[in-house]
T-cell receptor
Framework: AQKITQTQPGMFVQEKEAVTLDCTYD???????LFWYKQPSSGEMIFLIY??????QNATEGRYSLNFQKARKSANLVISASQLGDSAMYFC???????????FGKGTRLHILP | GAVVSQHPSRVICKSGTSVKIECRSL??????MFWYRQFPKQSLMLMAT?????????EQGVEKDKFLINHASLTLSTLTVTSAHPEDSSFYIC?????????????FGPGTRLTVL
């Protein structure tokens, strides 16, 4: 069975600081993809970043980077220079090649303080 | 990225009525669409996988007779909540998968907030 675990229900971070959101996963499928989504209060799911299980390098997208440690089965999201607009719910998600479904972790609510 | 729309964005209905939610891929063909439900302050839970032209595959614990899914075309899937009850009040989100040119990407709709009185 596949599983995504996010252990931080909420985080408070000062504006302009970097923040790391934790995510661990479990799957027996050797081929999988890991995602991070941002969900503001409006409810829309905003895709942030993707990491494939066979990718050699950690994914980066602007201020977002994914710290992928395959042996530890972790895929932490790092947001550099946080901004007030980063306040939102963040979900880590996984898709295994076997069934192609995306499953989500419980999420971390991030609050950026001015 | 590609655009997925949902209609309606909000719906309020009386207990016992049925509600239909549409999910459309606007600029690509989606052979597979997924339906999720999200209760307040909780994660997205996959309800079912919808394949064009065939029956939907439901996740364990999801009543297929209550949540009817139809995927009649490559750009439209519908979720009908039959005989809705207050406990069905939730945020319903669809996503559509684009398989073209070697890509395998999934795009989410903006969600539909259902309130059953």
């Amino acid at each position: 069975a596949q599983k995504i675990t996010q252990t931080q229900p909420g985080m408070f971070v000062q504006e302009k600081e970097a923040v790391t959101l934790d995510c661990t996963y479990d799957t027996s499928d050797p081929s999988y993809g890991l995602f991070w989504y941002k969900q503001p209060s409006s409810g829309e799911m905003i895709f942030l970043i993707y990491q494939g299980s066979y990718d050699q390098q950690n994914a980066t997208e602007g201020r977002y980077s994914l710290n992928f440690q395959k042996a530890r089965k972790s895929a932490n999201l790092v947001i550099s220079a946080s901004q007030l607009g980063d306040s939102a719910m963040y979900f880590c998600a996984m898709r295994a090649r076997r069934d192609d479904k995306i499953i989500f972790g419980k999420g971390t609510r991030l609050h950026i303080l001015p | 990225g590609a655009v997925v729309s949902q209609h309606p964005s909000r719906v309020i209905c009386k207990s016992g009525t049925s509600v239909k939610i549409e999910c459309r891929s606007l600029d690509f063909q989606a052979t597979t669409m997924f339906w999720y439900r999200q209760f307040p302050k909780q994660s997205l839970m996959l309800m079912a996988t919808s394949n064009e032209g065939s029956k939907a595959t439901y996740e364990q614990g999801v009543e297929k007779d209550k949540f009817l899914i139809n995927h009649a075309s490559l750009t439209l899937s519908t979720l009908t909540v039959t005989s809705a009850h207050p406990e069905d009040s939730s945020f319903y989100i669809c996503s559509a998968r684009e398989l073209a040119g070697g890509r395998n990407e999934q795009f989410f709709g903006p969600g539909t907030r259902l309130t059953v009185l």
